[in-house]
């Protein structure tokens, strides 16, 4: 038991709880997110750190803290709508600001690429899949969580 709790100590000990890890808690030390003022406090240390470019493993380590609190804060507030299918398709278009004509690679007309954002037919799997290539996503994006 003795020798187990050595092994633990020494891995314990190790490059994590280094003095410049120590001094990033020091400077801006992370605690759960309650206020939209500590959310920008906090995310402008974050813009600090990507901003330097490559990071030190300490400062990566504080980074995803810190991200970590952002996401917990985040998830509590009003929760984003899970779309998916064609309402998806509606919100990527919008995004990348595209027009239906961008997508006639993939549903080999403009009409075809009308019918289906009007509802009146389906995405087929083909049409998923292209999709998916096309904006660089997972076609189980296009799919309703359950």
């Known amino acids: 038991?003795?020798?187990?709790?050595?092994?633990?100590?020494?891995?314990?000990?190790?490059?994590?709880?280094?003095?410049?890890?120590?001094?990033?808690?020091?400077?801006?030390?992370?605690?759960?997110?309650?206020?939209?003022e500590e959310l920008l406090a906090t995310q402008k240390v974050i813009d600090l750190l990507i901003d330097r470019g490559t990071l030190t493993s300490d400062e990566q380590d504080y980074l995803n803290v810190l991200g970590s609190l952002v996401y917990e804060y985040e998830q509590k507030q009003e929760p984003i709508p899970d779309i998916h299918g064609v309402e998806l398709l509606k919100a990527l278009l919008d995004e990348f600001g595209l027009q239906q004509q961008d997508l006639v690679s993939i549903f080999k007309t403009e009409s075809v690429v009308s019918s289906v954002l009007n509802g009146q037919h389906q995405l087929t799997a083909s049409h998923i899949h292209k999709l998916a290539e096309f904006f660089q996503i997972s076609p189980a994006a296009f799919f309703e969580s359950v």
């Open 1 to 36: 038991m003795q020798n187990m709790t050595n092994k633990i100590g020494k891995m314990m000990s190790g490059s994590r709880s280094s003095s410049a890890y120590i001094e990033l808690l020091k400077t801006f030390p992370p605690r759960p997110i309650s206020s939209e």
